[in-house]
């Protein structure tokens, strides 16, 4: 069972364009919720996290935006740039129970910026 | 800061062989670490969490006779693929997480496998 789903799939956006990327989660003890980055051939890259005491966190050209009712989170990429292509994973987490800190993903985004 | 490395970075070898990943966290010591595989165009799928002086955890369906995790020190866990076979192919990544109760998780560059 897929506890965070992510959508969409594949994006292409042009330079210079908002990238809008959605997460979905079911589980309410999660309370970190992540975004990585991944170019082909490396591990992921931490870009930015958010936990639920906080609507938005923006740093650079991303911003998390967080809806807890909804539990819906969504990076955006502002003027993205070709050297932003690359996948995008979303996840979550709790410290509670016996899942102490334990990452769920989403299943990826692969992110084609045009120039 | 927070830098994880992972040797070796690609690795071939024959299918019943055994091969060993090594994880190590450069500048910080980790007390729990993780180890996943991905296939090509999929997700992390979590293999086993590890901490250090214990036995690892590991999730539903992977064989932990088969994947040995050990997490001899703070900054130091291997995952030994023993009889690889061909299926066994995919690359392997590994995270590290510096305390208990921080949440920032640190991957390595990945290390891929392939088993002729």
């Known amino acids: 069972q897929q506890q965070v789903k992510q959508s969409p799939q594949s994006l292409i956006v042009q330079k210079g364009g908002i990238s809008i990327i959605n997460c979905a989660y079911e589980?309410?003890?999660?309370?970190?919720f992540p975004w990585y980055q991944q170019f082909p051939g490396k591990g992921p890259a931490l870009l930015i996290a958010?936990?639920?005491?906080?609507s938005e966190k923006k740093e650079g050209r991303f911003t998390i935006s967080f809806n807890k009712s909804a539990k819906q989170f969504s990076l955006h990429i502002m003027d993205s740039q070709p050297g932003d292509s690359a996948t995008y994973f979303c996840a979550a987490s709790s410290l509670m129970g016996s899942t102490l800190g334990r990452l769920y993903f989403g299943r990826g985004t692969q992110l084609t910026v045009w120039p | 800061g927070a830098v994880v490395s992972q040797h070796p970075s690609r690795v071939i070898c024959k299918s019943g062989t055994s091969v060993k990943i090594e994880c190590r966290s450069l500048?910080?010591?980790?007390?729990?670490m993780f180890w996943y595989r991905q296939f090509p165009k999929q997700s992390l799928m979590l293999m086993a969490t590890?901490?250090?002086?214990?036995?690892?955890?590991?999730e539903q369906g992977v064989e932990k006779d088969k994947f040995l995790i050990n997490h001899a020190s703070l900054t130091l866990s291997t995952l030994t693929v023993t009889s690889a076979h061909p299926e066994d192919s995919s690359f392997y990544i590994c995270?590290?997480?510096?305390?208990?109760?921080?949440?920032?998780?640190?991957f390595g560059p990945g290390t891929r496998l392939t088993v002729t």
């Open positions: 590890s901490n250090e002086g214990s036995k690892a955890t590991y």
């Open positions: 589980n309410t003890a999660f309370d970190y």
């Open positions: 958010i936990r639920p005491d906080v």
């Open positions: 500048d910080f010591q980790a007390t729990t």
């Open positions: 995270s590290a997480t510096p305390g208990r109760y921080l949440r920032e998780q640190y």
